[in-house]
């Protein structure tokens, strides 16, 4: 209100339209925030800071040649712009322009290093960090930066510190355990753990899945909040407060942050410290560098434990490894691997199907074909060739699937070649 009544007083105040269009930003308001920088350059097309910011947009919305274009703009313009230099660098990884890259390493790393030094918030994002030839004091110094901002900014709440539950008596025995995510939905983080909700000890644990985005509609989102004893949506409570008493109210005694410092992520959240134990999990697998969070679930492969000094949690290991995968659920029809063999012989350019159960299509002996040069594969069942030539017919003809007397056969690479094609026509 008061950016507004600021441009309703001087219609031509740029600094007003840029720094409404970064509160927008912050209110997930783009479209708003788009046309806020927009208005801002049209005033003054001097203004590198709304510059920036436009190519921040552009940068978030994935359109990455216009943010190139915008930071390129800004820096010209104003040529000492730490943010501009920094957010420039991430851009031109993600288009994999490596021209000049050693020279421009080297410069974000002094200006890193300069930041750091003068107790300022760095340039580089802790997700971006990992990308660069950072030390790894570096890194944790960039995260802990970051963590001291939740911080700082939960303290306008003015809230008291919470009560925990003093033991199991309130929940029956039961360790209440509370994941938190903006990835509930079709994104990697869930391809990889859906599955896990459902797969606790209800006499031991009772699971509670608080989502920080909106429900997308996909089977991802259903499954987890199907299978989760408790789903809740803190999309629709954007008070960061607020979500955290609803996570103490429920009476969590271990809650984990999934999303550290990756998209969506509500740190906040966590730094008002709802929960007695705070741990990071599988989303990001960097530190917190906060000192809100207790513990990083990994394992001794990723985090060595003599590199745990760089961790700012204490770390809790894992068996075998802390990154899990839901490939049974996933891809089922991977489970069985049928060699369509035709003459006995083993080569490299012969069909394979997969399928749940090739009993009608599998003769009784197995081979271990080689593929690729490799010699220890796992033993293929060797397809019936009475269905050979039908398949190597729909394969060469690009067919999407053919009925034998056995059942459907898909053709799996025409089927994904017709997926790219529709994919492309509806963007």
């Not at 960090?129 to 950072?134: A, D, G, K, R, V």
């Not at 259903?222 to 949506?233: G, L, P, W």
Request: net charge neutral; proline share 5%.
């Amino acid at each position: 209100m008061h950016y507004k009544e600021a441009i309703r007083i001087s219609p031509t105040f740029a600094d007003a339209y840029s720094n409404m269009g970064n509160t927008l930003k912050e209110m997930q308001d783009i479209q708003g925030a788009l046309q806020c920088y927009t208005r801002a350059i049209q005033i003054n097309p001097a203004f590198a800071d709304a510059h920036s910011n436009l190519a921040s947009i552009h940068k978030d919305s994935g359109s990455i040649p216009e943010a190139i274009a915008s930071y390129r703009t800004a820096l010209k313009l104003k040529p000492d712009f730490p943010d501009a230099y920094c957010n420039l660098a991430h851009c031109l990884q993600i288009v994999c322009d490596w021209a000049d890259y050693e020279a421009r390493m080297k410069q974000l790393v002094s200006i890193v290093a300069e930041q750091l030094e003068k107790n300022r918030l760095p340039s580089v994002h802790p997700h971006h960090s990992m990308l660069y030839p950072l030390s790894h004091s570096f890194r944790k110094a960039i995260a802990n930066r970051h963590g001291n901002l939740c911080l700082d900014k939960i303290t306008v709440l003015r809230k008291k510190q919470y009560i925990y539950p003093k033991d199991l008596s309130d929940s029956k025995g039961r360790l209440r355990i509370g994941y938190v995510s903006s990835d509930f939905g079709n994104h990697p983080t869930s391809h990889l753990m859906q599955s896990i909700p459902g797969m606790h000890n209800r006499d031991k644990v009772e699971i509670f899945c608080y989502a920080l985005s909106a429900d997308d509609g996909t089977n991802f989102r259903m499954k987890i909040s199907r299978e989760a004893e408790h789903f809740v949506d803190l999309s629709t409570e954007p008070c960061n407060g607020k979500a955290a008493d609803r996570i103490n109210a429920d009476g969590i005694h271990v809650l984990l942050n999934m999303n550290g410092y990756t998209k969506g992520a509500r740190n906040e959240i966590f730094a008002l410290r709802p929960a007695p134990v705070q741990a990071m999990w599988l989303g990001y697998p960097g530190t917190s560098g906060a000192p809100f969070m207790d513990y990083i679930i990994t394992d001794r492969n990723t985090s060595p434990v003599e590199l745990a000094h760089q961790y700012s949690e204490k770390l809790a290991y894992m068996p075998n490894t802390f990154f899990i995968g839901d490939h049974l659920h996933m891809f089922p029809h991977l489970i069985e691997k049928g060699l369509l063999d035709k003459d006995g012989k083993q080569r490299n350019d012969k069909n394979i199907i997969n399928a749940l159960n090739l009993k009608q299509l599998a003769q009784d002996n197995n081979m271990k074909p080689e593929m690729n040069g490799a010699s220890d594969k796992l033993p293929f069942k060797t397809v019936a060739s009475s269905i050979s030539n039908a398949v190597n017919a729909m394969v060469s003809q690009g067919q999407l699937q053919i009925s034998t007397p056995q059942g459907v056969i898909i053709n799996g690479l025409a089927a994904s070649q017709v997926s790219k094609v529709l994919s492309a026509l509806s963007n």
